[in-house]
Each structure stands twice: as structure tokens, then as C-alpha cells.
T-cell receptor
Framework: GQQVMQIPQYQHVQEGEDFTTYCNSS?????IQWYKQRPGGHPVFLIQ?????EVKKQKRLTFQFGEAKKNSSLHITATQTTDVGTYFC??????????FGTGTRLTIIP | EAGVAQSPRYKIIEKRQSVAFWCNPI?????LYWYQQILGQGPKLLIQ????????DSQLPKDRFSAERLKGVDSTLKIQPAKLEDSAVYLC????????????FGSGTRLTVV
């Protein structure tokens, strides 16, 4: 089936350090979306990437889509306590349905 | 704009009982999704509607789960009878169309089956 793997499962960083989460699919994706879910909250849409090799930035967040459209990454520079949460990638396989990854839970050590 | 509304926020039931969840999507959003999120996992799609028609229900356990979206607006998801493994957060999401760009999720219903 269509699966999206995400690593690492957990990441603990000191405040001010950088953070990266990676997303991989065994098959080519039509698009990839990223969501953030705060503890006890619901997923909130961050961004969508569609083009091969695409890079998008939102303030301290940088999103990349691989050249083969099978992997993606989210990088946060100089983490802050407000970045705490679980980050999910969600892959589109051309059938309008998103398959969510397992998520990376980010905790910040003040 | 108003977000996706869901109710109830929490529900505790005994196994073999039935339960129903309600969702009201963002006005004008044609596509509605129900996801199941088990603790520590990513959301898993149960069913997708386009207006009042089902687009995908391949992962819906149809022996116990049912969903409808009458008139292409509100939707209800029902579980009958519930099992212990149904304990999860049930998330409703909507998007403008089938492109699936940027789902907006509701706050979810946390179901505990005891």
C-alpha cells in the first residue's frame, strides 16, 4: 500500500538548536503537505510542495521536496518553545487522498 | 472564517455500545474527510466525501462504521458496536475541492471505549 515513513519519531533539542524531520515514500508523490499538531490539539496545515526539488521558507521553517518526489524534509532554525508539537508530513499519490506519516514529536529543553 | 466544527469533544462509552460524531465543515468546502488518529500515530483516512457522494471509503470498517453527508454539508460518523480498539481521536477535515490543498481540521472527538 501507499506508505509514508517519517524519522525520527522523537527529537529533544535545546532551545536555540536546529531541528530537522525527514519524510520518505517508496513511490513517487504528486505533492507533499506538512502539518503541525500541538499537544492536545489538531493538525494545522503548514505548507504544500508540488514541484520536484522545490524549496519553500516560512520564517525559521524551511521545507524541501526531493528531486525524485519521494522524500521531503522540514528544517527549523533556532528552535523556540512555541515550536513544540508533532510535525506530520502527508503525501499525495495523485488520487486526492493524503497518507499521513507517523510524525516527529519535538520537545524543547529551555 | 469559521472553522470546522465537531461535537462532542469527548465521549466515553462501553464496548458494544454505539456512538455518533457530528461535523460541520467550513462553508463552501465541497470535500469532507473523517480521520481516525490513535494515540502516537498519524491520522488515518476513514472516508472522503465530495459533496454528498463518497469518493473513498476503502479504509472504513464497514461492518461497524458508517458515515453519511446528507445535503452535502454536515456529516455524521457512527460506530456500532464499538470495540476497545476504536479508542482514538476522530478528526473531521474539509477542503475546497478534490485537489486536497491544505486541509482544515476540526478539534476532533476523543473517544474512549471501556
Amino acid at each position: 500500500g501507499q506508505q509514508v515513513m517519517q524519522i525520527p519519531q522523537y527529537q529533544h533539542v535545546q532551545e536555540g538548536e536546529d531541528f530537522t524531520t525527514y519524510c520518505n515514500s517508496s513511490t513517487t508523490l504528486s505533492n507533499i503537505q506538512w502539518y503541525k499538531q500541538r499537544p492536545g490539539g489538531h493538525p494545522v496545515f503548514l505548507i504544500q510542495l508540488v514541484k520536484s526539488g522545490e524549496v519553500k521558507k516560512q520564517k525559521r521553517l524551511t521545507f524541501q521536496f526531493g528531486e525524485a518526489k519521494k522524500n521531503s524534509s522540514l528544517h527549523i532554525t533556532a528552535t523556540q518553545t512555541t515550536d513544540v508539537g508533532t510535525y506530520f508530513c502527508a503525501g499525495g499519490f495523485g488520487n486526492e487522498k493524503l497518507t499521513f506519516g507517523t510524525g516527529t514529536r519535538l520537545t524543547i529543553i529551555p | 472564517e469559521a472553522g470546522v466544527a465537531q461535537s462532542p469533544r469527548y465521549k466515553i462509552i462501553e464496548k458494544r455500545q454505539s456512538v455518533a460524531f457530528w461535523c460541520n465543515p467550513i462553508s463552501g468546502h465541497a470535500t469532507l474527510y473523517w480521520y481516525q488518529q490513535i494515540l502516537g500515530q498519524g491520522p488515518k483516512l476513514l472516508i472522503q466525501f465530495q459533496n454528498n457522494g463518497v469518493v473513498d471509503d476503502s479504509q472504513l470498517p464497514k461492518d461497524r462504521f458508517s458515515a453519511e453527508r446528507l445535503k452535502g454539508v454536515d456529516s455524521t460518523l457512527k460506530i456500532q458496536p464499538a470495540k476497545l480498539e476504536d479508542s482514538a481521536v476522530y478528526l473531521c477535515a474539509s477542503s475546497l475541492d478534490l485537489s486536497g490543498y491544505g486541509y482544515t481540521f476540526g478539534s476532533g472527538t476523543r473517544l474512549t471505549v471501556v
